[in-house]
C-alpha cells in the first residue's frame, strides 16, 4: 500500500446536492471511508463550475465546502506545515475548477477565495467565460487581460494555478504570463488518447521544465479510446509515457472519481471509486516505476510542489 494525494475530486457539488436533501456531514458519510480503503489520505475538494453559475452561487459552493471539512474528522491543508505524512485521517486541500461567476473585481473575489481556504484554481471549465477559454472554446482564443490579471493576483498569493481544462491557447498564455509552476491537475497524455482534455508532449515538457504538476485522471474516455484499454493498467502506461518524455518527478494523481454522481452501471472498470485506488499504484509497478517513484508519484511529487509553492 502506498499513500495517496488525489488532486481532483468534485466533492463540492456533491455537498451542495446533499445538502439540498437535507443531509449533514456528508464528507464523513460518503467519502472519507471509501478513500481511506484506497489510502487516498490527501484530497483536493474541487468546487466545480461550468460556465453558468454567477459569483453568489460560486460563493456558497466554496463557503459549504469549508463549513463542511471543519466540521468534520479530517485534516485540512492551508500550509506547508499542514502536509503531514504519516496522518491517520483523511487532510483535504481546497481546490476550484473554473471561475465562471467572476466578472468585475477580479482582485478581491481571489482574495476572497484565498481567505476561505482556496490553494489551487483553474480559471476556467471547458467553456469560454471572462477570464480565459476552455477546452471547447474558439482555438485562437486565450486568456484575456482579465485572466492576466488573475493569474498575478494568483501568484502574489500564492495560489496555485491549474491548467486543466485551459485550451492550447490559454495553456501557452497562462505559461508565459505565470510567475510560478503550474499544474495540470487531472489530465493525461494526447499521445496516447487523442483527446482535447489530454496534453501534448510540448505542454507536459514545459509543465515538467518548471517544476510543476500533472496528475492522472481515471475517466475511462481521457485514458483510451478502446474500451478493452480503459483501465488502471492503461492509466499508468500515460504516466510512464509521462515520466520518458519529462522525468517522474512532475507525476501526481487526479482521479476525478465520477461514481457519486453517475450511475457507473455501465462504466465499471478497475479504478472508478476511492476505495480501488490501489489497483493503479499496483498498475504503477507493472509498467516498472520502482517503489521509490510510485511514493513519489503517489504523494511525494505533490508534497514537494505544495512546499514550494503554496
Ligand atoms: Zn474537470
Known amino acids: ?8 475530486a468534485d466533492l463540492g457539488m456533491n455537498i451542495i446536492l446533499k445538502q439540498e436533501k437535507n443531509e449533514t456531514r456528508i464528507l464523513e458519510n460518503y467519502h472519507i471511508q471509501p478513500m481511506l480503503q484506497g489510502e487516498v489520505y490527501y484530497c483536493a475538494a474541487a468546487s466545480f463550475f ?6 453568489k452561487q460560486m460563493k456558497e459552493m466554496i463557503t459549504e465546502t469549508r463549513r463542511e471539512i471543519e466540521s468534520s474528522d ?13 496522518s491517520d485521517k483523511v487532510s483535504f486541500i481546497m481546490t476550484v475548477e473554473g471561475m465562471c461567476g467572476i466578472h468585475s473585481n477580479p482582485k478581491e473575489k481571489i482574495s476572497w477565495m484565498y481567505d476561505q481556504g482556496v490553494r489551487i484554481a483553474s480559471l476556467v471549465w471547458n467553456e469560454t467565460n471572462d477570464l480565459a477559454t476552455g477546452t471547447a472554446g474558439d482555438p485562437a482564443r486565450g486568456l484575456t487581460d482579465k485572466g492576466r490579471k488573475v493569474i498575478r493576483e494568483m501568484n502574489r498569493l500564492h495560489m496555485i494555478v491549474d ?13 508565459n504570463t505565470s510567475e510560478r509552476p ?6 493525461n497524455c494526447r499521445t496516447l ?5 489530454n496534453m501534448t508532449d510540448e505542454m507536459i515538457i514545459a509543465t515538467a521544465e518548471r517544476g510543476g504538476l500533472i496528475g492522472m485522471n481515471s475517466y475511462r474516455r481521457f485514458i483510451s479510446a478502446d474500451r478493452k484499454h480503459q483501465n488502471a493498467l492503461a492509466l499508468a502506461k500515460h504516466a510512464k509515457h509521462i515520466a520518458d518524455i519529462a522525468g517522474h518527478q512532475c507525476l501526481a494523481c487526479g482521479f476525478d472519481y465520477l461514481d457519486y454522481y453517475r450511475d457507473m452501471s455501465k462504466n465499471k472498470n478497475d479504478l472508478y471509486r476511492a476505495d480501488q485506488t490501489q ?10 516505476f520502482t517503489e521509490d517513484q510510485v511514493e513519489d508519484i503517489g504523494y511525494r511529487n505533490v508534497f514537494r510542489f505544495l512546499k514550494d509553492n503554496m
Request: glycine share 4%; charged share 25%; proline share 5%.
Open 182 to 187: 503550474v499544474i495540470a491537475t487531472h489530465s
Open 279 to 288: 489497483n493503479f499504484i499496483k498498475a504503477l509497478r507493472e509498467v516498472g
Open 193 to 197: 488518447c487523442e483527446q482535447p482534455r
Open 50 to 55: 461550468d460556465g453558468s453559475q454567477n459569483w
Open 1 to 8: 500500500m502506498t499513500r495517496v494525494f488525489d488532486l481532483h
Open 74 to 86: 479530517c485534516g485540512w491543508i492551508r500550509k506547508p506545515k499542514d502536509l503531514d505524512p504519516e
Open 163 to 175: 491548467v486543466s481544462h485551459a485550451n492550447e491557447h490559454t495553456f501557452w498564455d497562462i505559461y
